[in-house]
């Protein structure tokens, strides 16, 4: 028996993001109540076992024969001229291969600023002033111990409010701001503050906090001939490889970029950093492949931070709660120079999580001497959810209305920037009930006292600008001639489960158990380009033009299955990996036997990612509640339980999800609690370039994080329903953590983290205003 | 770090007559190579005292107690001997560091173990106990530095075992060029000084033998405010005893060595432990010349609770 593949989809789809349309439109049938066998079930991470026994390969373990191993010289001064350096010393240490510095006059630039590579402008502490390539990393670090170099230190600012000062000193050209404020207003700001009969104002700061993901920054490069490749630790392989082609002008076809498995991102890996192109081009000078891993110190120096920021906040309300206005002006913490990446957008959650008529933002980002900022974990929402959903829970307490309530009554259902409906509009309703249900909201205690400790409940809201997913996404299944199924995509798994996730939207939509079917990513070679795994896109990217692959798969093997069984291919389902007949006949016949019947030939489907709908704002939400233990003598806090709802659509793997929900409140802990970037603004050093004094929280410090499912497919967004999940629950944690502090003691903080030096502070000043 | 050699020592004799400025006692490294590894040390050799015959380990003599010099926190922790007699010093080990540290950590190394201070934990400054001529801390982040005023230094001594030591009047027994000898842990640690820069007496080739603990201290806490809820070095620490000669209170993570707050120990022996009033004056007394700097005035108010808690705790 021959069959003809359908041509339609095969042809034209190459790149084409529309031809798949046909096909898409019809899958509107995942609706609540739709019958799954894999989709939404608890499944596995596929590659969960070669983890926990150690056998996956991550990029730090690549060994590659003959392979040398790099280290980083950096700058120790927060500003300083390079006069000159010399590396003839290094250069004859035996073992040291390959060094590169300034003296190669590299013509690479680096940056939005295109500061050269090696730049005689030394901007920030850790800032790369050499690297070397050796074969050890003892060596290379004796190595780097042999350059000499010779700085003038310069002025230097690394504070962020000192920055601005009329006479600070110049970090590039101009007055330290980045760029103009951006600004947005809507209706009229000033004449609903006016019309308020309450207002709250507060000036809130967040810290400067590291990713701290447990990999380093880091890549594996090796030549072969004149192609590279790259071993990198990377949210975006297709990144990586479009930005190595550009800084080294070579065409596309010359590079090839892989990554299997990743241990944490968070944000600071979805670009090219030096490390990576250091590893390409002293692989190149040594003739040999170069590893060169990030070291800690590195790593919290000069791989990226969620920059720190100053809020002023005003909201207004009437007496009802109902906001009147909603007025933020900010300043962002760059560093010393902007990065590429997802923008640090601390306005938005001000524009669009509340009703409101009249709203004014502003916000500017600063440069300082100090290591550049980049994207972490949802950029600018998770500093600007702090200082809204606190003064939020002002405005609650001074209106004595529950703060559940106060977030109901201000409730919008649409996007008020673009004056559209949100695509889920009941979305942000269900996490609330949700999160009434699971934590008990409406039935909590009053806070209680007991001794010196105080407990208090607090909650916070929020929605995301991203998670929606976007186009490009290319996916190919090629079906085995013994049935099991090749889903080959260019995305990459960063340690969430995407593997496993778009296996189980493959093997539902082709009707094929999980054992049948092979998820492959992490390889430009291989897929079509996929975007960075940033902004939670990567499931809702993939996951819609998987299941158009995987539907276009079915229709044929269910074509060429009725041939076989002398039937109407729309009598037939497929279950299981078994051809079913829907009208009760029973010939028994499985994906296998089809694939037999058509070997040597083989089937294959290609399916792509259409545009977002543009008559919507698709949007993920989120509620979270803390329960949290003053210890007014000592000041320590214990946070007991939290219970968070976040809104990410429809929930593709139960056990994926609670995942990426105890990571990011786990986070948002550290964000509350612990964590903060300590500089010397005299001296200007990072004081904790470690993991002894940035304190990330250990297992003791986090409570049962419960995830409250909300489960609320979004057919509005994409064929599968699903949202993104995996910046959500870090957004609400600290301020439901801080309102609980409030509930508990009446203490309000601005400030973040809430170490005991500003516990004992406040509760000292609030016992003494008592007195 | 740079390259060394490395000897095991047959006997604390020659570990003791080996040594010379340039090598470094080394026992389960887990100070001396962070500090290695920070270029904050080079030394040329290390000689390694797991080797020697040190004791290791607890035992009981003549009514007190005899801890080896090699013993591991983790030993002291899981001791069910130092649990019933010394609560104190069990709790302080089991508070410190992390359970692979603890498994490596031995009790001298922890009581030689140089200051966290991220300033000299820094290789790019050359501050004052390094040899330098000042101390960014004193203008600086100076939220976890000293609030007692003993030398140019301001950095905190972050043993958790010394304020237990010195409450219960340790003795420490040293081999050095002379022989063996023993001194009280009073005269063990002392603040840094111009020509001295580190935080106790021991002469360079003087090899810690053991730890001598005279009596019994079963009515005894330790207690540790940290800014997590493990590992991490003390904000302040309290190590409390009562017993029939009186009390104990020193302090850990105030200042370059322990603070043992003698005039309070005394005061408490006449006043109520219920009486709060009462307590709080010997308090506002025994922290009348701390002197605070810009960023750790919380830990007056800190130290006052911890101590404050432990005296009712040893009070019930
Ligand atoms: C991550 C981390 C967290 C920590 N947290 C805590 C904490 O919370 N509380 C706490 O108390 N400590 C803490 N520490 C410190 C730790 O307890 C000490 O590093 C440890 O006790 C030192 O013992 P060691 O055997 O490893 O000493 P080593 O590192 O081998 O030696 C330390 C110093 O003592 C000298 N020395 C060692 N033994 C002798 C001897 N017998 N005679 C003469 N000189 C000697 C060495 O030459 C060296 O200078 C922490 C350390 C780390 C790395
Ligand atoms: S406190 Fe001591 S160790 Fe820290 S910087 Fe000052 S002198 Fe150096």
Redesign the pocket.
Same mark, same amino acid.
Do not use: P, Y
């Given at each position: 028996m021959t069959i003809k593949t359908p041509e339609i989809e095969s042809s034209k789809n190459d790149g084409d993001i529309e031809l798949s349309l046909p096909l898409q439109q019809d899958l509107t049938d995942w609706q609540t109540g739709h019958e799954f066998t894999v989709v939404g079930k608890p499944h596995s991470r596929l590659e969960g076992a070669e983890k926990v026994t150690g056998r996956a390969q991550y990029s730090a373990d690549v060994r590659l024969s003959g392979q040398l191993y790099g280290a980083v010289l950096r700058c120790p001064h927060p500003h300083a001229k390079l006069i000159s350096i010399d590396t003839s010393e290094a250069e004859a240490l035996p073992g040291v291969h390959a060094v590169i510095s300034q003296n190669d006059q590299f013509d690479i630039d680096w940056y939005s600023e295109e500061a050269p590579l090696f730049s005689d402008q030394l901007r920030f502490v850790g800032d790369e002033v050499a690297a070397v390539a050796a074969v050890s990393t003892e060596v290379a670090a004796d190595a780097l111990r042999l350059i000499k170099v010779n700085y003038e230190p310069l002025p230097f600012v690394t504070d962020m409010d000192q920055a601005l000062a009329d006479d600070a000193p110049a970090i590039h050209d101009g007055d330290n701001r980045v760029e103009e404020d951006s600004e947005y207003e809507r209706g009229d700001c000033a004449a609903g503050l006016q019309q308020a009969d309450i207002t709250v104002e507060n000036e809130y700061r967040t810290q400067t906090a590291l990713h701290t993901a447990l990999e380093a920054h880091g890549a594996t490069a090796h030549w072969s001939g004149d192609e590279l490749i790259v071993y990198e630790s990377t949210q975006g392989v297709h990144a990586i490889h479009g930005l190595l082609c550009e800084k080294l002008g070579l065409p596309m076809n010359k590079v090839r970029v892989i990554e299997q498995h990743m241990g944490g991102g968070f944000g600071a890996k979805q670009t090219l950093w030096k490390p990576t192109l250091f590893a390409a081009l002293l692989s190149r000078k040594a003739g040999r492949p170069v590893q060169l891993l990030l070291d800690r110190e590195g790593e919290n120096l000069a791989t990226g931070n969620r920059n720190s920021t100053l809020q002023q906040v005003k909201l207004g309300a009437s007496n009802d709660g109902k906001l009147t206005a909603i007025k933020m002006t900010c300043r962002i913490n760059a560093g010393a120079y902007a990065t590429a990446g997802e923008a640090s957008n601390v306005a938005g959650i001000f524009q669009h999580l509340y009703h409101c008529e009249n709203v004014k933002t502003s916000q500017v980002r600063v440069y300082t001497n100090t290591g550049p900022a980049v994207a972490f974990r949802a950029p600018g929402y998770v500093e600007a959810c702090f200082a809204l959903e606190s003064a939020m829970d002002e405005l609650a307490h001074k209106l004595e209305i529950d703060p559940l309530e106060l977030r109901r009554i201000n409730y919008t259902g649409r996007d008020q920037t673009g004056d559209k409906p949100w695509s889920s509009p009941d979305g942000l309703k269900t996490c609330y009930e949700r999160l009434d249900e699971e934590f008990g909201w409406s039935q909590r205690k009053a806070p209680s006292s007991e001794g010196s400790i105080r407990r208090g409940y607090g909650l916070a809201a929020h929605e995301w600008m991203a998670g929606m997913g976007n186009p490009p996404a290319a996916v190919f299944i090629k079906l085995n001639t013994d049935g099991s199924a090749d889903v080959v995509t260019g995305t990459q798994d960063i340690g969430t489960g995407t593997r496993t996730v778009l296996a189980q939207v493959a093997a539902e939509a082709i009707g094929l158990p999980m054992e049948s079917v092979r998820l492959l990513l992490g390889d430009t070679a291989i897929g079509g380009v996929a975007p960075v795994s940033q902004g939670s896109f990567t499931v809702p990217t993939l996951a819609p033009a998987v299941r158009g692959a995987g539907e276009n798969l079915r229709r044929q093997i269910l074509e060429a299955a009725a041939l076989l069984l002398e039937t109407d291919a729309t009598t037939l389902e497929i279950k299981d990996g078994e051809i079913v007949s829907t009208e009760g006949k029973h010939k028994s016949l499985t994906v296998a036997d089809v694939c037999d019947e058509l070997a040597p030939q083989s089937l294959q489907a290609h399916g792509s990612r259409r545009a977002n709908p543009t008559d919507t704002t698709i949007r993920p939400f989120g509620a979270l509640a803390a329960e949290v233990a003053v210890d007014t003598q000592t000041g320590e806090i214990t946070v007991i339980r939290i219970v968070n709802a976040p809104d990410c659509g429809r929930i593709l793997n139960s056990k994926t999800a609670n995942s990426q929900v105890i990571g990011g409140v786990t986070q948002g802990i550290g964000f509350a609690l612990t964590e903060e970037r300590m500089v010397d603004h005299n001296i200007g050093l990072v004081l904790n370039a470690d993991l002894?004094e940035y304190k990330i929280p250990t297992v003791a410090d986090i409570p049962t994080i419960t995830h409250a499912e909300v489960n609320l497919p979004d057919l509005n967004a994409n064929n599968t329903g699903a949202k993104g999940l995996g910046e959500l629950p870090l957004i609400p944690a600290a301020p439901a953590i801080l309102n609980a502090i409030f509930d508990a003691t009446g203490l309000r903080f601005t400030q973040l983290p809430i170490n005991r030096a500003r516990v004992l502070a406040a509760l000292q000043a609030q016992q003494e205003t008592a007195e | 770090m740079k390259a060394f050699s490395y000897s095991p020592a047959p006997t604390a004799a020659e570990a003791s007559n080996e040594k010379d400025s340039r090598a470094? %006692?080394?026992?389960?490294? &887990?100070? /001396? /190579? &962070?500090r290695m590894k920070l270029n904050i040390v080079s030394p040329d050799a290390l000689i390694d /005292?797991k080797s020697a015959d =040190?004791p290791n380990g607890v035992s009981e003599q003549n009514g007190g107690l005899t801890i080896g010099?090699l013993t591991t =926190?983790r030993d002291i922790e899981q001791s069910e001997l130092i649990a019933e007699k010394f609560p104190v010093l069990a709790q302080a080990a089991a508070l $410190? +560091?992390?359970p692979q540290?603890r498994n490596? $950590? &031995?009790v +001298?190394?922890?009581l030689?173990?140089r200051p966290r201070c991220w300033y000299y934990r820094n290789r790019h400054v050359d501050c004052w106990l390094k040899g330098g001529s000042d101390c960014p801390a004193a203008t600086g982040q100076n939220q976890q530095h000293a609030i007692f005023d003993q030398s140019p230094c301001k950095a905190v001594h &972050?043993? !958790? /075992?010394a304020p237990a030591l010195v409450a219960l009047n340790a003795r420490v027994k040293v081999r050095g060029a002379d022989g063996e000898r023993e001194l009280s842990i009073e005269d063990f640690f002392a603040p840094p000084t111009e020509d001295r820069r580190r935080e106790t007496t021991l002469a360079d080739d !003087? *090899? *810690?033998l053991s730890i001598e603990l005279p009596s019994d201290a079963s009515h005894s806490v330790y207690l540790k405010a940290m800014d997590r809820k493990v590992? +991490? %070095?003390a904000l302040v620490s309290v190590a409390a005893i009562k017993s029939a000669e009186g009390w104990a209170v020193v302090l850990g993570g105030v200042a370059n060595n322990p603070v043992r707050l003698g005039p309070l120990e005394k005061a408490l022996e006449n006043t109520d432990a219920s009486d709060h009033n009462a307590l709080d004056k010997q308090h506002d007394k025994a922290f009348a010349d701390a002197e605070p700097l810009e960023h750790n005035g919380y830990k007056v108010t800190l130290a006052k609770r911890l101590i404050r808690r432990a005296i009712e705790q040893l009070s019930d």
């Open positions: 002894e | 470094e %006692f080394f026992a389960g490294g &887990t100070d /001396l /190579l &962070t /005292l =040190l010099a =926190l $410190a +560091a992390t540290i490596r $950590a &031995t +001298a190394g922890n030689l173990q &972050t043993s !958790d /075992l !003087d *090899v *810690v590992w +991490a %070095f």
